[in-house]
Nanobody
Framework: QVQLVESGGGWVQIGGSLRLSCAAS????????MGWYRQAPGKKRELVAL???????NYADSVKGRFTISRGNARNTAYLQMNSLKPEDTTVYYC??????????WGQGTQVTVSM
């Protein structure tokens, strides 16, 4: 049973920072890709950032230069450092991971709210 557990969400002032964490478990062969998506009310879920097993990264244009995705030395952990946060970053953020030899899995989501 693959499980992805997010933490680190909450409220932050405009221009502030938050660091999201995702702890993945349940894949005997690890995870080839981990990442973050977000979904605002009334909108489709959109990619925020991805990172693969070689630490190559991919970012949505809207977060380039502000967000940084990384993986811990324990490769079942992913982080999203969010800087210079804007109100439009307010939404639910979902951890995403592809277990080796399996299909993608999703976390339950964590709320990020950016306001004055």
């Amino acid at each position: 049973q693959v499980q992805l557990v997010e933490s680190g969400g909450g409220w932050v002032q405009i221009g502030g920072s938050l660091r999201l964490s995702c702890a993945a478990s349940g894949s005997i062969f690890g995870f080839t890709v981990m990442g973050w998506y977000r979904q605002a009310p009334g909108k489709k879920r959109e990619l925020v950032a991805l990172i693969n097993s070689a630490d190559s990264t991919n970012y949505a244009d809207s977060v380039k230069g502000r967000f940084t995705i990384s993986r811990g030395n324990a490769r079942n952990t992913a982080y999203l450092q969010m800087n210079s946060l804007k109100p439009e970053d307010t939404t639910v953020y979902y951890c995403y991971a592809i277990p080796a030899y399996s299909d993608p899995s999703w976390g339950q989501g964590t709320q990020v709210t950016v306001s004055m």
